[in-house]
């Protein structure tokens, strides 16, 4: 029965890892554009989210109405205005662009927030758990993280796919050149790319707060096991990721139940066989 507890927290923990991951598994799967800031925009947000909190006094789930769309804005800025610019065959440009913005944010937010960690409150939802049998509980909010982390996968599949911007998402990603002639812009649509992945960096940065604590050096950290959930599961696959960050979880959780100093090793370790097994991932983007 303890393992049965172990297997359901780790698929739970995968939920935090899928989300953190859907970002940036989204911006390479439409503009191969690895983004080294990535963990570092989940921490901002989660810091966004503070800021709104104690500002407006609301709770961390209604700052969302202002995280997303503020974060939507950044990100359709951002690629309109600078990673556009670094867009070609060779993928470093955009990364070394990214990797100084994480720079930059770490050091804003340590300035303007010193090294002190941080945690946003739900309340008694964050405790409160459903018990399966007397031995087994799930807490209410992992479960709310997976679903909501299942939602988001869900949505963007129906908008990749059941919509005249998803059709223009997939040509613009299989072949940039050939979308311009058919007339796409394909600079917009990199840009609403982009801030769709800021908008869910804004949901998995406010739900990440109320999860666990941050600081602003912090953001390392989630973009590892975020980049690890994408290799696994499968580069540029939004379903994929979700597979790559329930094996993630799964992995960590099994390694902590061996020893808990293995917990972090084991999700390593799980995905440099998979790196070394099936470089491509389990679920490889197929082109349309």
């Known amino acids: 029965m303890d393992w049965i507890n172990t297997l359901l927290q780790g698929i739970l923990l995968g939920g935090v890892y899928t989300l953190f991951a859907v970002g940036l598994s989204l911006m390479f799967g439409v503009m191969r554009l690895v983004n080294i800031a990535h963990g570092d925009m989940i921490v901002l947000a989660g810091f966004v989210s503070l800021i709104i909190v104690e500002s407006l006094g609301i709770g961390p789930i209604p700052s969302l109405l202002i995280v997303v769309p503020v974060f939507f804005g950044f990100g359709f800025l951002l690629q309109t205005n600078i990673l556009n610019r670094t867009l070609g065959d060779d993928l470093l440009p955009p990364m070394i662009v990214t990797f100084g913005m994480a720079i930059v944010i770490q050091n804003a937010l340590l300035e303007g927030f010193s090294a002190d960690s941080q945690k946003l409150s739900l309340g008694e939802v964050e405790t409160a758990s459903v018990a399966l049998n007397n031995d087994i509980s ?142 491509q991932g389990l679920f490889p983007k197929v082109s349309h």
């Open 138 to 279: 799930l807490g209410i909010f992992p479960i709310i993280i997976l679903a909501v982390a299942i939602g988001t996968i869900i949505g963007l599949q129906a908008l990749f796919y059941r919509t005249k911007l998803g059709r223009e998402f997939r040509a613009t990603s299989d072949d940039p050149e050939a979308a311009r002639m058919m007339g796409i812009n394909t600079k917009r649509i990199f840009a609403i790319a982009t801030g769709i992945a800021m908008a869910v960096i804004g949901v998995a940065g406010v739900l990440m707060a109320i999860r666990t604590t941050f600081d602003p050096l912090s953001g390392p950290v989630r973009l590892l096991f975020a980049f690890e959930a994408v290799i696994i599961g499968g580069l540029g696959s939004i379903w994929g990721t979700l597979a790559g960050g329930i094996g993630l979880g799964l992995a960590q959780a099994i390694g902590g139940r061996i020893d808990p100093q293995f917990q972090i090793m084991a999700g390593h370790l799980v995905f440099l066989a998979i790196l070394l097994a099936r470089p």
